[in-house]
């Protein structure tokens, strides 16, 4: 038996994708740049084991025995098995592509995050395939087929899907373009709103808004792509200030063209706009005090939660203007209100409180907080007790129940 | 002493204003088409005396004297003037235009309505003035500078905003381009929401999202362009189900470069989102059964509250099907939930209960609905028990008091 484990991030766009080009390949309308978030706080796991004993290829997902027929883990499984048996055949190696196949995944953060599961499980998946099948070389454009944002989690730090341009999608892929510490001590805080309204998935969200929005062919004709271009020069220039205005000039045309789709998809909630609200309110008092360097942003992906970026120094101050904002439920679990990497609430200056009691709105309007940096790419786990598969039997080792969404 | 009594109806818009070229002569970025209102149900109503023995000009809103200085007044009632003055001239006719005056406005409809109050208050304004003073010929062109939309309250039924070319605005004016019974019997349903959240007012807001967002170019060069031909070409052919669709994507396209706004103005809240998903889903409902002609229709102008068009053959069904989505609350007052037109619930189909419990709402997200049709344009009242002003005094016979609002 062979046997790999490997963990992969999440990752939030600061420039969005949404809309294909090529519903089957997963191919996109517009170029998008993600942030890959800290695994130490929110991942996906996954093992794989291969052996000659194994009678039939089987899945587990958070738990759960699955169909592995889904087209998409197929497409993905088929890609890293061919550019295996093309080096297998150079290598002369033997033929572990004929053995049955175990794989059990999960996610270590909870779906009510509504965070990108999908694209830290394929990345996992495809990565983990790729060690075990020793693929060498990119596996985004792998990744991409089994979720299109996915392929931006094989990668840490500051990531570029290139939409590309070939019918094949042969171009279309990830790539790293600033390592994780590219803007010092980078934190993130995910606010995770209480929210009951049946969504409308993403993958036919997207679908509409490009059948029926107008304003979309502008936003892809025109707008995104020189966003993209500014995006970049920000990065390169470390625009930190000019990084955070772009990050949520996408996040909203991208929630406008939803709006303006028929019918309307609505992500965001009255919850989300406060939260919006206070960003931009906050940003005012660091711009009016000269202090842009400690601007924040948010962004939202096809869902109620904000995810703000916020540099380390300031941290500690917004998370306390949040909780102050949204004070939690009293009647909520015992959970802490405020997960990830510890967080010392500061006393907060009399304008912080104002700011936050400005638009204060009632409790429970948020679940929790979670307090997490950016990050790394997929790891390799070569400790033998973090495997998800009993070594002997090649069975789950412990069961879990977690469902997935998906990310842009 | 001389006095005239008028009323003037609110207009919804069904094709937008939303960004002016010239703040000071207020001329729009867009031509605009609105319906006008039942003056039954919602009006403004202004009485106007002059009198030799009046000894300086007063104002009087909603029961509250005002000042006269408020630019936008000053600019109708020197226009008004000014076209008296000519005419005056041409008749040697007395020189009342000498005389004081004193003005009495209040709106039948409570702000809550979030209803164009300054739009029909000052098309009541200069109608009174022009009726007062003998002034013929359009008087839209001067209701237009105390409040865009106001020109457009001028007139009954269909109404066109002509967003005009001349620097100096003499083209950007209303005209009606159809009958209140083009569409019979077409009733109106405000759907008035619950909501705390302070609001951008509807000047600063355009003017960000002028400043701000880009997809708002692409809005008025060609989607707004486009959508006004294929609205009038909607009415001409008395289209109603084309007419639903317009007025539908030109609100979703308002509140999407809105939301595209930095910072995002957002008017519209939840409560507003699950009406609009309820019109689409009740579309469904009638699309199916090949019944396009019982569609329905929503709009909505800077504010949550939506208003929705909807034929009258159906109008009692879809009232039944709002209150039982959107109950109202135990601890309401004591005024009738639904307001307006006598309305009959009648005992919902299993289909339109299945809708209207698919996203049934807490009881309390709408205040009340109110029930009203569309309607002709300002009326002189020549009872003299409507006068506001007192024959004797001239000065307001009682006080009430509610605030203003503006539409598009």
């Avoid at 706009?273 to 948010?298: E, F, P, Q, W």
Wanted: charged share 20%.
């Amino acid at each position: 038996m062979k046997t790999v484990t490997c963990t992969a991030p999440v990752n939030i766009a600061v420039i969005k994708y949404w809309g294909k080009r090529d519903e089957m390949l997963i191919l996109p309308l517009n170029d998008s740049i993600s942030f890959t978030l800290s695994q130490d706080e929110m991942c996906a796991k996954t093992t794989i084991s291969i052996s000659p004993t194994f009678t039939e290829d089987r899945f587990w997902l958070n738990g759960k025995e699955e169909s592995l027929e889904n087209p998409r883990i197929q497409n993905c499984l088929k890609e890293v098995r061919r550019r295996a048996s093309k080096r297998k055949l150079e290598d002369s190696a033997s033929d572990t592509l004929s053995w049955h196949i175990h794989i059990c995944s999960e996610n270590n953060f909870p779906t009510a995050a509504g965070l990108a599961s999908s694209a830290a499980g394929y990345a996992c998946l495809v990565y983990a395939l790729g060690q075990l099948y020793g693929v060498e070389g990119d596996l985004s454009y792998v990744a991409r087929q089994g979720s299109g944002s996915a392929c931006r989690s094989v990668y840490g730090g500051l990531v570029r899907w290139y939409m590309g341009q070939a019918d094949d999608g042969t171009d279309s892929f990830a790539r790293p373009v600033a390592p994780p510490h590219h803007f010092p001590d980078l934190r993130v805080i995910i606010c995770v709103a209480n929210d009951s309204r049946k969504k409308i998935g993403s993958t036919i969200g997207m679908r509409q808004t490009v059948q029926t929005s107008q304003l979309m062919q502008y936003r892809i004709k025109e707008t995104v792509v020189s966003r993209t271009d500014d995006m970049m020069k920000a990065i390169e220039d470390k625009n930190w200030s000019e990084f955070c205005d772009i990050t949520m000039t996408d996040s909203n045309e991208m929630h406008a063209v939803c709006q303006d789709t028929n019918p309307p998809c609505v992500y965001m909630n009255d919850t989300s706009h406060s939260v919006a609200a206070l960003v931009h309110r906050y940003n005012d008092i660091k711009t009016a005090a000269g202090d842009v360097s400690h601007k924040i942003c948010y962004t939202f992906d096809a869902g109620p939660n904000a995810c703000i970026f916020v540099p380390g120094a300031v941290v500690e101050e917004v998370v306390g203007v949040l909780v102050r904002a949204f004070p939690p439920s009293p009647t909520s679990n015992s959970v802490p209100y405020v997960t990830g990497i510890t967080t010392h609430i500061p006393e907060l200056s009399r304008e912080l409180k104002n700011l936050a009691d400005e638009d204060a709105q009632p409790c429970g309007h948020l679940k929790y907080l979670i307090h997490t940096k950016v990050g790394d790419g997929p790891r390799i786990l070569t400790d033998p007790t973090s495997s998800l598969l009993d070594p002997a039997t090649g069975l789950p080792k412990l069961q879990k129940e977690v469902e997935g969404e998906s990310n842009l």
